[in-house]
C-alpha cells in the first residue's frame, strides 16, 4: 500500500534527482543523491576536482512530522518552488536554513 509518506518520499526523489542531472560546467565533478528512506534523510551531494577537492552538500532535505525541512539550498532557483510545483503546499515546507525570527515571513512553515 502507497501511503502518503512514500508519497512524499518520491517526491523528494523525483526533486533531487531532476537537479543531480544538471552538470557543472568546470572540473571534474560529479552529483551524488542519498536517499535515506528508513531516517527520512536525504541528500544531493557535489563531489570531485576542480582545482581542489570539492565535496559538499549541495540540498539536504529532512521530512519531519509530515514537513519538508530543507536544511540548506545550494541552487540558484530554489528547491522548495520545485516542491510546490510537485504539489506541495507551502505550510508543509520550513526553510530550516533561515533562522527561527525569519522564518514568519517567508510565506512558508514556521516549523
Given amino acids: 500500500m502507497h501511503t502518503r509518506f512514500d508519497a512524499d518520499r518520491d ?9 543531480a542531472q544538471y552538470p557543472y560546467a568546470y572540473g571534474e565533478i560529479e552529483r551524488q543523491l542519498i536517499f535515506d528512506r528508513q531516517r527520512d534523510h536525504d541528500l544531493l551531494m557535489s563531489v570531485g576536482w576542480h582545482k581542489h577537492r570539492v565535496h559538499g552538500c549541495v540540498i539536504p532535505i529532512d521530512l519531519i512530522d509530515g514537513q519538508f525541512w530543507i536544511q540548506r539550498d545550494g541552487t540558484e532557483q530554489g528547491v522548495a518552488g520545485d516542491l510546490e510545483a510537485g504539489g506541495l503546499p507551502r505550510d508543509r515546507i520550513v526553510l530550516a536554513f533561515k533562522s527561527e525570527k525569519v522564518r514568519p515571513h517567508n510565506g512558508y512553515a514556521v516549523a
Avoid at 517526491?11 to 537537479?19: A, F, G, N, P, S
Fill in 11 to 19: 517526491l523528494i526523489e523525483r526533486v533531487l534527482t531532476d537537479y
